[in-house]
């Protein structure tokens, strides 16, 4: 998750582009992460001190470690932490970006050190970024003060975040919850939940994305949205609020799951108050509908 965001980060910094960005993000399991960029991420060496071990390993047949103890740079205490560390994922893009020349290892201190300012997240709130704590990303990102109860909806949205590194995928950009009250949609497939707690989830994207969505869920090839890839998105929206409701009864709340119902080409009007949030997925953009009330929908 974390080299999502930091590559979107660069990305709208201008750094590298978005083509950049997709290529970089496909290498991820295939790159090792080394420990000039794990020294920098933990503070222990300078992007110029990488650099001159770097140098001196060109000259010398030595390990990049054995190099940074015999100068100063690094103890055997903190080449043992590092060297443990060196499946941390949410560096891959770094150092991707770094192998193939994008960026260089004095780029990289600077951005990440800007991101770590720019991104405003509280230093718990960062870590749990990096190792990729879903329901403290959720709590620190997904921030509905009017929805009421906004701690079961933040819960609610952070098993969304699970359900779709479940059954979709792993590389999820989330943004910022936004209020709204009148919304153009291309596909969306919504469920309406009734009882103590009643409001509408629903989700929307453009037709290619929302696709491909219903393919992988159903693990079934779809073509476009036909009448598989409907009843797809509606059992992904049955699955997740089905296991979301099943929770509630754990803690004595009873609620009632209403059928799921697909709509194109409209518009969705909040009739009480509503946010979407918008996420992106490696095939699509995406908004994610949550609101009281039962929303009304208009065709465009």
Request: proline content about 3%.
């Amino acid at each position: 998750m974390f080299s999502q965001f930091f590559g979107n980060y660069l990305r709208k910094r201008g750094c590298i582009t978005l083509e950049q960005m997709r290529d970089v993000l496909a290498l991820q399991d295939t790159v090792r992460v080394k420990l000039g960029i794990l020294a920098i991420d933990a503070g222990y060496m300078t992007a110029e001190q990488v650099e001159k071990v770097h140098g001196l390993q060109s000259k010398m047949d030595k390990r990049f470690g054995e190099i940074a103890i015999e100068q100063g740079l690094l103890d055997e205490e903190k080449l043992s932490s590092l060297l443990g560390q060196q499946n941390k994922r949410h560096l891959f893009i770094s150092q991707a970006l770094i192998d193939k020349g994008i960026m260089s290892f004095e780029e990289f201190q600077d951005y990440l050190e800007d991101y770590k300012k720019d991104s405003g997240l509280s230093p718990e709130e960062f870590e749990a970024l990096k190792k990729n704590d879903i329901e403290s990303v959720t709590q620190a990102l997904v921030h509905m003060p009017e929805l009421g109860d906004t701690k079961m909806y933040v819960e609610y949205f952070a098993l969304f975040v699970r359900n779709l590194v479940r059954f979709i995928d792993g590389h999820i950009l989330l943004e910022g919850a936004q209020k709204v009250d009148l919304e153009d949609f291309d596909c969306l497939i919504h469920q309406e939940i009734d009882g103590r707690f009643k409001f509408f989830t629903g989700l929307a994207g453009a037709e290619p994305g929302m696709a491909e969505f219903a393919q992988r869920f159903a693990k079934m090839e779809v073509s476009g949205m036909d009448a598989l890839a409907r009843d797809s998105l509606g059992e992904f929206m049955n699955v997740h609020n089905g296991l979301f409701l099943s929770k509630l009864s754990n803690e004595w709340v009873e609620l009632e799951l209403l059928p799921p119902e697909y709509k194109s080409g409209g518009t969705l009007k909040a009739v009480g108050v509503a946010y979407k949030i918008p996420f992106v997925l490696p095939f699509g953009q995406f908004n994610f509908f949550i609101g009281v009330g039962s929303p009304v929908f208009n065709h465009r």
